[in-house]
């Protein structure tokens, strides 16, 4: 079967970290381009970041320098490394391949 | 980067309405547009790829069209399950600020 399961979400202080995991299953991210969004509670999609099969990488101006997107090809496994968190990241993350989305994982950031 | 600009973000409407929902992109992004449909507590669920092709399994009432810095996507008749928020995507990049389509 062909799904996408996030975890690594949780609550964390301002100025902190969390890395997010996003295990596939039914095919292969390093194959394919692999992304990140996000939905603060209440308000709409935000794209946060997008790894191509190549490994080029882009972020959104909103993260750009704290997140980094990564994958592990012996897991198969695509991540998100977020350092220098705020109380605006605070969001459920989901991870995306086409039409293949997550369930998602939710980030608190609050003192 | 490219902002995506979407129109109305709420619209009202009653079961076997046409309603249409324009995207607008600061500069063009050829054909490279995704629609994707919102319900509450599920992840979103991609209708429209390459701005005019239909997903598979996703049914012949709901179309899209438009290139360049324009897009629009169309349901010719509105059924109860499509109350739902509607997001405009440019490929691998930014999203609409969505469209919440509500029962009038």
């Known amino acids: 079967e062909v799904q996408l399961v996030e975890s690594g979400g949780g609550l964390v202080q301002p100025g902190g970290s969390l890395r997010l995991s996003c295990a596939a299953s039914?095919?292969?991210?390093?194959?394919?381009?692999m992304s990140w969004v996000r939905q603060a509670p209440g308000k709409g999609l935000e794209w946060v970041s997008v790894?191509?099969?190549?490994?080029?990488?882009y972020y959104a101006d909103s993260v750009k320098g704290r997140f980094t997107i990564s994958r592990d090809n012996s897991n198969n496994t695509l991540y998100l490394q977020m350092n220098s968190l705020r109380a605006e990241d605070t969001a459920l993350y989901y991870c995306?391949?086409?039409?293949?989305w997550g369930q998602g994982t939710m980030v608190t950031v609050s003192s | 980067d490219i902002q995506m600009t979407q129109s109305p973000s709420t619209l009202s409407a009653s079961v076997g309405d046409r309603v249409t929902i324009t995207c607008r992109a600061r500069?063009?992004?050829?054909?490279?547009l995704a629609w994707y449909q919102q319900k509450p507590g599920k992840a979103p669920k991609l209708l429209i790829y390459?701005?005019?092709s239909l997903e598979s399994g996703v049914p012949s009432r709901f179309s899209g069209s438009g290139s360049g810095t324009e897009f629009t996507l169309t349901i010719s008749s509105l059924q109860p399950d499509d109350f739902a928020t509607y997001y405009c995507?440019?490929?691998?990049?930014?999203f609409g600020g969505g469209t919440k389509v509500e029962i009038k």
């Open positions: 995306a391949q086409d039409v293949i």
């Open positions: 039914g095919f292969t991210v390093s194959d394919k381009y």
């Open positions: 790894i191509y099969s190549g490994g080029n990488t």
């Open positions: 500069q063009s992004i050829s054909n490279w």
């Open positions: 390459k701005a005019s």
């Open positions: 995507q440019q490929y691998n990049r930014y």
